[in-house]
């Protein structure tokens, strides 16, 4: 059955600085998913990555993906405020439509 | 195009009764899909449509859960004699099915059960 591990569960980081999400998953996947979630609010698709050495890049956010690994990771360049929200990846189970969702990792930028 | 549309976005019910949540996918999305969300935890797998086809159930969704989509457009999700534990917020998403095959979720439904 396909698992989804992200760490850190939980970041507080300074503006300005850089970091980095790591999302692990169990077994072969199809493809990974990337959502921000703001407190009350939906999942707001950020990246899908589609195959092995996948990477995507959105502003301060870039996504790579290691299928051999089952690792994908989301780094923050330059942190600013309007990125604190939690972040999920999700991983697509192999043959199969269903998302497993991480546990998220909830990210506060400071000054 | 508007997204995935859910109603109602807030719903408050006693012990006991019955709710009904609607979905309206992305329109030419032909598959569909719910989810349950509590609060500090990841979304979690209910089911899944593709056109009016059922295909997928988890083993969350119990007897007193249903879901259908008639027409291969909208969908409901009914929750029959509400238990206190149903409280969470129900998302629904759509997808094509092709190319990048994104997932969009809907702004949710919140349940609170009382």
């Known amino acids: 059955e396909l698992k989804v591990e992200q760490n850190p569960l939980f970041l507080s980081m300074q503006e300005g600085k850089n970091y980095t999400i790591y999302c692990n998953y169990s077994t072969t996947s199809d493809r990974l998913y990337w959502y921000r979630q703001d407190p009350g609010k939906s999942l707001e698709s950020l990246f899908v990555l589609l195959s092995n050495g996948a990477v995507k890049q959105e502003g301060r956010l870039m996504a790579s993906l290691d299928t051999k690994a089952r690792l994908s990771t989301l780094h923050i360049t330059a942190a600013v405020h309007d990125l604190s929200a939690t972040y999920f990846c999700?991983?697509?189970?192999?043959?199969?439509?269903?998302?497993?969702f991480g546990t998220g990792t909830r990210l506060q930028v400071f000054p | 195009d508007t997204g995935v549309s859910q109603n109602p976005r807030h719903k408050i019910t006693k012990r006991g009764q019955n709710v009904t949540f609607r979905c309206d996918p992305i329109?030419?999305?032909?598959?569909l899909y719910w989810y349950r969300q509590t609060l500090g935890q990841g979304p979690e797998f209910l089911t899944y449509?593709?056109?009016?086809?059922?295909?997928?159930k988890s083993r969350l969704l119990s007897d007193r859960f249903s879901a259908e989509r008639p027409k291969g457009s909208f969908s409901t999700l009914e929750i029959q004699r509400t238990e206190q534990g149903d409280s969470a917020m129900y998302l629904c998403?759509?997808?094509?099915?092709?190319?990048?095959?994104?997932?969009?979720f809907g702004e949710g439904s919140w349940l609170t059960v009382v």
């Open positions: 999700a991983a697509l189970g192999y043959n199969t439509d269903k998302l497993i």
């Open positions: 998403a759509s997808s094509s099915g092709s190319g990048p095959n994104t997932i969009y």
């Open positions: 449509f593709q056109n009016e086809a059922q295909l997928e």
């Open positions: 329109s030419e999305h032909n598959r």
